[in-house]
């Protein structure tokens, strides 16, 4: 079975929480114990984890960020398809709330997209097979649990996604710079998708063209945009501010 390593206390806790199963080994700084390490020291052994140890040198040279001498070699992450997709809005007893990821390339925007998907309760994030982040350690490490709880669908065409997505009723919100609308205007509380385009280019064309509406994210200070993982906390908890609301969209 093919694997990587994931790393830092948070991201390797939330494995063992969620996923001790993917857990091939746990590797520690030698020499590095105490508090969080002990204790997840400790669950590794009671779940039966293979322990390993590495000298610093090695924890540096192996892997790219703040590690806090923890690692874990893991399965690696494998996106849904479009059948998966499909299984998984069947089996939904409430409105769809989804992300639609247009080319976000960055692992660290990624993560941190899936963090704020994770926690606003959407149900998945779709995104291109092609111009699109690997889910890698960065993208664990970035989204602190998400990327393993969270199901990501990685599609082969997502403009028929979208018409797909819209056949069933669900209204497809877009993102831009440009458009009439607020996204604090929208009545966000029936099945919604929401859009978020690639860094600095925002959507591409055809998936603007498939989108029901558009909407603008007010700017009151001199910056004319958000980074893509910020604009897209902002409108997923739009979402969930309004679903929560006893009358909608205020």
């Known amino acids: ?64 960020g703040v590690h806090q001498g923890v690692a874990a070699r893991v399965a690696m992450l494998r996106a849904g398809n479009e059948g998966s997709l499909e299984q ?68 082969t065409n997502l403009a028929r996604t979208m018409k797909g997505l819209q056949q069933r009723g669900i209204w497809i919100t877009g993102t831009a710079g440009e458009a009439t609308e607020s996204l604090f205007q929208l009545d966000l509380t029936g099945p919604l998708a929401v859009v978020m385009g690639a860094e600095g280019k925002g959507m591409r064309r055809l998936t603007r063209e498939h989108c029901d509406r558009l909407a603008y994210l007010p700017m009151a200070g001199e910056v004319s945009s958000l980074n893509v993982s910020v604009a897209t906390g902002i409108c997923l908890f739009e979402a969930v501010r309004q679903r929560q609301a006893p009358g909608g969209v205020a």
């Open 1 to 64: 079975m093919s694997s990587e390593i994931s790393f830092g206390v948070h991201a390797v806790a939330s494995l063992l929480d969620n996923h001790p199963d993917q857990v091939q080994e746990l590797i520690l700084q030698r020499g590095k114990r105490g508090g969080r390490i002990d204790e997840l020291l400790m669950r590794a052994e009671a779940a039966g984890i293979r322990i390993g140890y590495k000298d610093k040198r090695w924890m540096d040279e192996h892997l790219e």
């Open 88 to 155: 998984l809005l069947e089996g939904l007893e409430v409105p769809p709330l989804l992300l639609i990821l247009d080319g976000v390339t960055d692992p660290h925007n990624l993560g941190a997209c899936l963090r704020s998907a994770d926690a606003a309760g959407v149900h998945a994030v779709i995104a291109p097979k092609d111009r699109s982040a690997p889910l890698n350690a960065t993208v664990r490490k970035v989204a602190c649990g998400a990327a393993e709880v969270i199901p990501y669908i990685a599609v």
